[in-house]
């Protein structure tokens, strides 16, 4: 007996295109799972407030307190005015003009020579080299270049006299050459002692030192006592 297939029943007539509409469906599906976006949600506590009934302990009592009105403000104690009677005379002060004209006449004439004129002295400062007379050491004679060597040769003989190296700068391993520059003022005395150094150690002690010179006659430029600047190196040198 041969078997008759209907050709309208045929299931594998349009297997492909079956198969073909499953496959989009499917990656379709495939496509929105993939980008589907999630997002966290806040954590939400929930709580339940459970209000028992209020006892008739719980319940506060607003109580009308009588407090009593505040005071009245005193009484403004009224302004008593008192009238004095201007019994006092004032007389008016008349100013007169100072200003002169070409008809009045000077009286007081003062003369020339009532005039005292005061002589101010002037410090002047004068190089040791140019000097016309050096300051003069004490002890020291001679003409003016013999003077310059004596005080040159004293202020040696007082720097090596009275030199002491400081302990600190002796522990602390400091040396050096400290230049101190001062004057001897018209007076004989030493001023504006300024010193300048590796260390303030040494510079101290080059002070002191120069601080010490003895007071002296003053140079003198024309017969007049006139300032003298000075310099001198002080060398600290550490023996081995």
Request: include cysteine; glycine fraction near 4%.
């Amino acid at each position: 007996m041969q078997v008759k297939k209907n050709p309208d029943v045929d299931v594998n007539r349009n297997s492909s295109l079956y198969f073909a509409i499953g496959l989009c469906l499917m990656l379709l599906t495939t496509k929105g799972l993939l980008n589907y976006k999630t997002y966290d949600k806040p954590d939400v506590a929930l709580e339940i407030l459970q209000m028992g009934e209020l006892e008739d302990e719980d319940i506060i009592e607003i109580v009308d307190v009588n407090i009593p009105p505040p005071p009245p403000p005193p009484a403004a104690t009224p302004e008593v005015i008192k009238v004095v009677e201007d019994v006092v005379e004032i007389e008016e002060t008349i100013i007169e003009s100072t200003e002169t004209n070409m008809e009045e006449a000077i009286e007081d004439r003062v003369e020339v020579s009532d005039v005292d004129v005061e002589e101010v002295e002037e410090d002047i400062s004068v190089p040791f080299a140019v000097v016309e007379k050096v300051p003069v050491w004490p002890g020291c004679t001679g003409n003016n270049a013999e003077l310059k060597k004596c005080f040159q040769d004293q202020m040696v003989k007082h720097v090596n006299k009275n030199f002491k190296y400081p302990q600190q700068a002796l522990d602390l391993q400091i040396r050096g050459k400290v230049f101190v520059m001062f004057v001897i003022d018209s007076k004989g005395y030493v001023a504006n002692v300024q010193v300048r150094g590796p260390d303030k150690i040494l510079e101290k002690e080059a002070s002191r030192i120069i601080g010490l010179v003895p007071k002296m006659e003053p140079g003198k430029q024309r017969g007049k006592p006139v300032t003298i600047p000075y310099s001198l190196p002080i060398n600290f040198v550490l023996a081995n």
